[in-house]
């Protein structure tokens, strides 16, 4: 069973954990999963707990198909987002970049449901990378020297597959935390803008700017 980070953050973050809450997400080894199920434990409250072994049992139906082609991989992965677990992309909400929040309204960011993709190929083996552009977010499955993205919600146009370059699990923290501090009350905004100032920024953010619609 997979041990979920959000157990080591008890409370919702305040101005005495805010410094624990940056240390959690600036680790050297954090994951994309860690990083979503941390930062939705601290601004999701109750909807948050168990959310890795919810990943876990939503990856099963996917165990197999690591040796099927791309095409084939793609589809059982958005299988498992829009049947399995529901999510349909809905970017209006800063709360759709919570998973906890997300999971039970069925409602997710793209830039969640590119992580949340990621996180399921992982488990089933697949190799994958978590990718933007400027204006685009998505999960790409990566086989060999192919590489297919996989975008959830409506197809972007004109997709510029060379002007994706990967997102880190730094950088979508400090993605998400941005939303927070622009858009949720007051109280939230400021724990997020003060976990976000905290986060000691030693890997290669400076060239960093939200997606569009963020």
């Known amino acids: 069973m997979t041990a979920d980070p959000a157990s080591r953050l008890p409370e919702p973050a305040t ?10 997400l600036s ?37 197999g198909v690591a040796d099927g082609s791309l095409f084939a991989q793609a589809d059982a992965l958005a299988d498992v987002i829009t049947n399995r677990l529901g999510l349909q992309a809905n970017g209006r909400e800063w709360r ?43 999960c790409v499955l990566i086989a060999g020297e192919m590489a297919l993205p996989v975008c959830f919600g409506e197809m972007p146009d004109g997709l510029d597959v060379s002007a994706l370059r990967s997102c880190c699990a730094h950088e979508l923290a400090f993605t998400i935390l941005a939303v927070i501090g ?7 905004a400021g724990a997020a803008d003060r976990v976000r100032a905290a986060m000691p920024i030693d890997w290669d953010l400076t060239g960093w700017s939200p997606p569009a619609g963020l």
């Not at 992580?115 to 685009?136: F, T």
């Open 182 to 188: 622009r858009h949720a009350p007051a109280a939230q």
């Open 96 to 138: 759709a970049l919570l998973l906890g929040d997300a999971l039970a309204q069925r409602e997710a960011h793209p830039l969640l449901l590119a992580s949340l993709g990621h996180e399921l190929a992982r488990r089933a083996g697949l190799e994958s990378v978590v990718a933007r552009s400027r204006d685009h977010v998505c």
């Open 15 to 24: 101005g005495r954990t805010d410094w624990r809450l940056a240390r959690a």
């Open 27 to 63: 680790e050297p080894t954090l994951t994309h999963d860690s990083a979503l199920a941390t930062i939705s434990h601290a601004f999701g409250g109750a909807r948050a707990t168990g959310l890795l072994e919810r990943i876990d049992d939503a990856a099963r139906p996917m165990f």
